[in-house]
């Protein structure tokens, strides 16, 4: 193995097991914090693959904004870091057999796929998904702003006190 | 890309966001005491943008443009005069029921504007990642307007159950798009119909996986069983208008973007995913109209009967796109006008608060409100699909796709759930006629926009189910430039 | 040695130097400050320990050491004594894609004091300021006292809305210099001070600026700690060692904007002076420079402090958002657009 394999496989390591924690965690509290190392082991995988401007997208938005505010709800609300979030009926055997099946199809899927590969090394990406946005995405692009706009109207809409409604 | 901005196919949609900006500074700029132009601007806005869609056709369409991410072809334009005229309907049905909940603000018509921007987007994309962007727009704007009636606890209810599996389903669309990039290295539908049609089978299964999970996606979008848990009670929660606005715009343009990728993009993989298409429709018709008997409640009924219809048209999907094409368009327009019909009756009474939604509100209707009792029974008819209606029409060529395609059983069980379904229709017609009144009519008097909303959806309704033709030949050549 | 090995040993070294030196910088500055703002309020301030009281930073040190280390019954033992190393990571990681100083030769080969240079250096600053509201929010919600949460609550809204203005204030910076990379934008200022980013984007700079503050809570913005309303807002709770954690996050944070707006808005290490030598007899004349302006606006930071009365909080977020946002997203198209119709334009 490589030096990037081994960093590869301590990324991934650091992604799934701390997802496992976001997933089975008891409390609200450390679903959310473990929630930041499983964004920060994507970023790594990120830079491995020589994603460097997505790398440093993904902390500045998933970790710098979503897991904020996300921590910011569990926070201000009123003892429900304590509460226990998982269901009486957790129907684990079922809800394991069907994960398990789509684990093996989507692995194997990904297995005997022959990838559409560059074949070359990976280079800086800021100047090329720069060009591709306000080129071959730039309706996409555009149309985010409306997007966002929109999330702006709805969410204001809705938070807005009830003397103004 | 410089020299070649060519904007006109999204003229319509363009204008249709200006006006959900002006809209929005009109409330701002309003004084307190007043009462801010929203309706006749979002109006005009619409109606503007349908001109610009008449002008786009007349003019012959246009190609792809914008590096081949948005074309105004003529499946396009079909789809957006749809939109386009249920929206204004659902704008037409609006101000009374707004008035009448207390809830009248401009913010409701600058989302319903933006949510059609969204609509006519996802139709008219050539390329997923748009097509995402679009979808997105749409729906965010519906979460919101889901929730505007905020003191109710069903609203709240609607918007949360709406947003948490809108975002789920958003993450299947999402992986399945990137699924498909995988396989095509590219996200644009000509690109992947070229590599779809060139794969080994060893590809092909992430194509299909792709495939699958797009499907879902849009599954929960036209709220196909078991994609439909979140329509009866986001149906219910939501205003009435902004229900009509859900069952009728939201599933044609989710159809539309459905059978652009399937039909066309997919088409190559048909063998594999039409049984599956298939298997979705039966679930979904025999789900959707046996949960549809059991519910009390108007617009609960109403909701698993849209959930039925979405099975009805994924039927036709079995079908060869250009003959699927041209059913499930034709079936999209009787389905919009007579949705918008029964949900617009509901909110055209709605007063203080209330609105019809049991048997018993609309018991005797007939002898009280004539007419409306009139438009009811037509709608709910159509709906169940009698011959002589609209939804006869759009039924038989539903069915009579799929029959061609060789999936005889598929149509069975359409035909057979119809008849099914023809007992909860028919029990509100039954009400409204046979029975007696109970108490007063404290119902509201039908403003004279809502009168217009709903005449304009009783005749669409009846001409279709007479004289069905012009329609059905625009759906074939809109249908064609899909090929 | 192998090029690894030796490329390991000089990031190693890099890193030393940098810490070591952000470190050092920070016990001084606590003694350049309190002389300072002395001064300037007719007073003597720390000058009993070692000559003139430089040695202060260190009895400081001492005692905090050796202070109890207190921890509220009710606090969340882990995230408790979490929260300053996070505070200080943070502070410390943002801290690495910085050049310090001009490129320079020496052992055979180029080097410069910048532990990173990675091709999207400014957008890792600024997604690693945004992990600087983790350090607070944890402090604030860890300790269980309502002045902590209420001040923690305070100063991660500022932060999140300062943050905003302040990568607006980079955007001109960056189309202008065609790259995320600060060594990038400092060498599109190479030449006459004219050529500075404070003269080309003096807009750009004042939004920085003012952000900038109001990012690490300096006076006028430093209502986190507004010590008549929230006790001491987030670190109320803290003491000791702990307690000198924040402290030094916040120092390094001060620091850190400061060598950014040396290096992004004063030309870095070029003196501004056409014709003026690259070095003399061998020794980077760019360092000397580059000092000078971190010193002088490092010195601004304390001045301002010594002058200004506090924010209120409502002013604060006013300020923010309508103001310096607006300013920001106008200058970025006004900047864009004459770029285009004066100026080069995009390539």
Not at chain 2, 95 to 118: K, T
């Amino acid at each position: 193995m490589t030096a990037a394999d081994y960093v590869f496989w301590v990324f991934a390591t650091a992604t799934v097991v701390s997802g496992a924690v976001v997933v089975f965690a008891r409390s609200l509290i450390y679903s959310a914090f473990a929630l930041l190392f499983t964004f920060f082991g994507v970023a790594g995988l990120y830079v491995l693959l020589g994603a460097d401007f997505l790398a440093a997208t993904q902390l500045l938005i998933y970790v710098g904004g979503i897991l904020v505010l996300l921590l910011f709800g569990v926070m201000l609300t009123h003892r429900i870091y304590d509460l226990k979030l998982r269901t009486e009926k957790t129907q684990l055997g079922p809800g394991l057999i069907v994960a398990a099946g789509i684990f093996i199809i989507f692995a194997n899927a990904a297995l005997i796929t022959e990838w559409p590969t560059v074949g070359r090394e990976p280079a800086p990406t800021t100047k090329e998904i720069g060009r591709l946005f306000l080129g071959e995405y730039l309706l996409a692009f555009e149309a985010a702003s409306v997007l966002l706009l929109v999330a702006l109207i709805g969410a204001a809409m809705i938070v807005r006190r009830k003397k103004d409604a | 890309m410089s020299g070649e901005l060519d904007l006109r196919p999204l003229v319509p949609a363009i204008i249709v966001g200006v006006t959900g900006l002006v809209v929005l500074l009109a409330q701002a700029f309003t004084p307190k005491d007043r009462r801010a132009p929203s309706a006749p601007l979002s109006l005009t806005g619409l109606l503007a943008a349908l001109a610009a869609v008449w002008l786009l056709a007349s003019g012959g369409g246009r190609g792809a443009v914008l590096a081949n991410a948005v074309s105004a072809d003529a499946y396009s334009l079909f789809f957006q005069a749809l939109l386009l005229g249920i929206a204004a309907v659902a704008v037409l049905l609006s101000p009374s029921y707004l008035r009448a909940n207390g809830l009248d603000r401009g913010e409701y018509y600058a989302l319903l504007l933006f949510s059609v921007v969204g609509m006519l987007g996802l139709v008219s994309s050539l390329e997923l990642v748009s097509m995402f962007v679009a979808l997105e727009i749409m729906s965010i704007a519906l979460y919101g307007m889901a929730g505007l009636y905020r003191s109710r606890m069903e609203s709240q209810e609607a918007a949360l159950k709406y947003f948490v599996t809108g975002a789920f389903s958003s993450a299947f669309f999402l992986y399945g798009v990137a699924l498909l990039y995988g396989v095509s290295g590219s996200t644009s539908l000509d690109r992947l119909e070229w590599a779809v049609s060139t794969l080994t089978t060893d590809s092909a299964a992430l194509a299909l996986l792709g495939a699958g999970m797009l499907l879902v996606g849009f599954g929960f979008k036209i709220a196909s069983v078991p994609f439909h848990m979140w329509a009866p009670d986001v149906y219910e929660g939501a205003p009435t208008p902004a229900t009509a606005l859900m069952s009728a715009g939201v599933k044609a343009a989710a159809f539309g973007a459905l059978l652009r990728v399937f039909g066309s993009a997919l088409h190559a993989l048909a063998g594999e995913w039409q049984p599956l298409v298939a298997s979705l429709a039966v679930i979904t018709m025999v789900v959707g109209n046996l949960a549809a008997l059991a519910q009390g409640n108007l617009k609960r009924m109403l909701a698993f009967s849209s959930v039925a219809h979405a099975g009805y048209v994924l039927t036709a999907l079995v079908a060869s796109p250009g003959q699927a094409g041209e059913a499930v368009l034709f079936y999209l327009v009787v389905y919009g006008a007579v949705n918008l019909g029964a949900f617009g009756t509901i909110a055209a009474l709605s007063r203080e608060g209330r609105e019809p939604l049991s048997l018993g509100d609309v018991a005797g209707m007939a002898e009280r409100r004539p007419a409306l009792a009139a438009a009811l029974a037509v709608f709910l008819v159509s709906l169940t699909g009698i011959p002589v209606t609209a939804g006869f029409v759009g039924k038989f060529y539903l069915f009579n796709a799929a029959v061609t395609a060789g999936w005889v059983g598929l149509a069975l069980v359409g035909v057979l759930m119809s008849v099914v379904s023809a007992y909860y229709y028919l029990r509100v017609v039954v009400a409204m006629y046979m029975r007696d009144p109970l108490g007063e009519d404290t119902w509201a008097r039908v403003s004279p926009s809502a009168t217009v909303a709903l005449a304009l959806s009783a005749v669409i309704t009846l001409v279709l189910g007479i004289y069905p033709a012009p329609v059905l030949t625009l759906a074939r050549i809109a249908a064609r430039s899909l090929l | 040695m192998t090029p690894l090995a030796e490329e390991l040993l000089v990031t190693f070294v890099k890193i030393v130097i940098v810490v070591g030196a952000l470190l050092g910088g920070f016990s001084v500055m606590t003694w350049v400050e309190r002389r300072s703002l002395a001064f300037m309020q007719y007073r003597l301030g720390p000058n009993r320990t070692g000559p003139f009281g430089i040695l202060q930073p260190i009895a400081d040190g001492i005692k905090l050491f050796f202070k109890e280390e207190v921890m509220p019954v009710a606090a969340n033992k882990w995230t408790f004594l979490a929260a300053p190393v996070v505070a200080v990571a943070t502070a410390l990681l943002a801290t690495a894609v910085i050049p310090y100083g001009p490129p320079f030769e020496a052992f055979g080969r180029t080097l410069q004091i910048q532990i990173a240079d990675i091709e999207v250096g400014l957008l890792f600053i600024f997604a690693v300021t945004a992990l600087g509201v983790y350090g607070v929010v944890l402090a604030g919600w860890a300790a269980n006292n309502k002045y902590s949460l209420l001040g923690g609550l305070r100063s991660s809204a500022q932060m999140f809305s300062y943050e905003l203005a302040l990568g607006f204030s980079w955007v001109t910076l960056i189309l202008a210099a065609r790259s995320f990379r600060i060594n990038d934008i400092v060498d599109t200022q190479a030449g006459g001070f004219w050529h500075w980013n404070v003269v080309v984007h003096f807009p750009a700079f004042i939004v920085y600026f003012l952000a900038a503050t109001a990012e690490v809570a300096r006076i006028p913005f430093d209502l986190p700690e507004g010590e008549s309303e929230i006790v001491a807002g987030f670190h109320t709770e803290y003491a000791s060692m702990r307690f000198a954690l924040i402290q030094m996050a916040e120092y390094i944070n001060m620091i850190t904007v400061t060598v950014l707006l040396a290096n992004l808005f004063f030309g870095g290490w070029h003196s501004g002076v056409p014709g003026m030598p690259e070095s003399l007899g061998g020794f980077p004349l760019g360092f000397v420079w580059w000092g000078l302006k971190v010193a002088f606006f490092l010195f601004v930071f304390i001045w301002l402090r010594g002058t200004l009365p506090r924010f209120r909080y409502d002013q604060l977020m006013q300020f923010g958002w309508k103001v310096l946002i607006p300013v920001a997203a106008v200058w970025v198209m006004t900047f864009a657009v004459l770029w285009v119709v004066v100026g080069g334009g995009p390539r």
